[in-house]
Structure formats: structure tokens, C-alpha cells
């Protein structure tokens, strides 16, 4: 018994190992970039054994958005999962994503920007996982906008689904600028646009 629960860690070991750098070349390069031939040379495992790890490229790419989205679950969400709802916590989570890709937690920047932008025109299985990805944390945004209106942190007439829009594309439009030219001056852009729309539509 000893041996087969010793045999099963090296496996998820190695499996963690894999996804690692999946989702860092798949950041940069795209998820069709990924194969099993090419993970397996890159961190010297057998082919054979990355292979039974995953089965497919399908299920491999899979595998690289779940473990994506974890991360982002980790470094994103989970700092502020203490925060009260509202505009506190709506703040926290624009800093946290912010940082998250200032910080390059993914070489290529934020990993959904880059992959949505791959699979946004497909179908199937690998661009159903994403769209699931953005509509979760678009939905987070939203609820903690329809909160603070809730409360009256915000004005009445505010739109959660339009405010979340909004913060999204100024944190994109920072995360795709910073990528290509760079430079983090794009990430301060992004700030006090948010800050500023955010004080906009604050209450006195």
C-alpha cells in the first residue's frame, strides 16, 4: 500500500510540474502550442508518462485552463476573501488582478487574456472552459457592484454590468499594453481610471 501511495504522489508531483509550465508556455505562446512531446523534452520526462497524465492534447489543454484558473483563484480572489462586500472589496479584487499581471504570476501576462484571444471564434470543449472562466469573474465583479449599490455606496442608478465592463477593459487594455511594450506605466493608467470611475459614481 505504501508503494502504490508513493507511486500516485510522484504522479501528481509530476503532474503539477507539467501544468506549470503548461500554463507559462500557453501564457505566452497559446495553448495549441502545448504538446506532450515538447513538455515532456522540456522537463526531461518520458513521453509515455507524460502522456498518461493527460491521455490527449484536449484533455491537456483542459487541464492547463483549470490550473490556470486556480492560480488566478489563489493570487486574485483568495487575498480578499476576508473584504466586505462592496466597494472595498471591488477595489481589492482590480488591485489583485492588477498585480497579478504586473507581477507577471504568468510570463505572458494575464493567461485568459491571451488564450480568449486564441479560442474566442472556436467552438468546443477548450473555448466553453473559457468562456466559463470569464463569466465567473465577471459575475464577481458584478455581484460586488450590485452590493455596494445595495448598501448605498454607490449611486442608485449605477449598472454592475456595465462597471464591471468597464474596469475589465482598462485592466486588459494595462495588461495587453505592458505585454507588448515592456513597461508597467500602462498599470498606473489603469488605477486611476478605475479609481476615478469608482469616484464617480460614489455617493456623498
Request: glycine share 8%.
Amino acid at each position: 500500500m505504501t508503494r502504490v501511495d508513493g507511486r500516485v504522489e510522484r504522479g501528481n508531483r509530476t503532474r503539477r510540474t507539467v501544468l506549470r509550465r503548461a500554463v507559462d508556455i500557453a501564457s505566452v505562446e497559446g495553448l495549441e502550442a502545448l504538446s506532450v512531446g515538447r513538455l515532456a523534452g522540456e522537463l526531461e520526462l518520458s513521453k509515455s508518462g507524460v502522456f498518461a497524465l493527460f491521455g490527449s492534447k484536449l484533455e491537456l489543454q483542459l487541464a492547463t485552463v483549470r490550473e490556470a484558473s486556480r492560480i488566478f483563484v489563489t493570487e486574485v480572489l483568495e487575498p480578499v476573501s476576508e473584504a466586505a462586500d462592496g466597494v472595498d472589496r471591488l477595489r481589492g479584487l482590480c488591485e489583485g488582478w492588477l498585480r497579478y499581471s504586473e507581477q507577471r504570476v504568468f510570463p505572458g501576462g494575464c493567461f485568459f487574456y491571451g488564450v480568449m484571444a486564441e479560442f474566442d471564434a472556436r467552438e468546443g470543449v477548450v473555448h466553453d472552459a473559457l468562456v466559463e472562466a470569464q463569466r465567473a469573474w465577471l459575475a464577481e465583479l458584478e455581484r460586488c457592484a450590485e452590493r455596494a449599490r445595495a448598501a448605498g455606496e454607490l449611486d442608485a442608478d449605477t449598472d454592475p454590468a456595465q462597471l464591471a465592463f468597464e474596469v475589465v477593459a482598462l485592466m486588459e487594455a494595462a495588461n495587453a499594453m505592458s505585454v507588448l511594450h515592456g513597461e508597467s506605466a500602462p498599470y498606473a493608467r489603469a488605477r486611476r481610471g478605475i479609481a476615478a470611475r469608482l469616484r464617480d459614481l460614489l455617493r456623498n
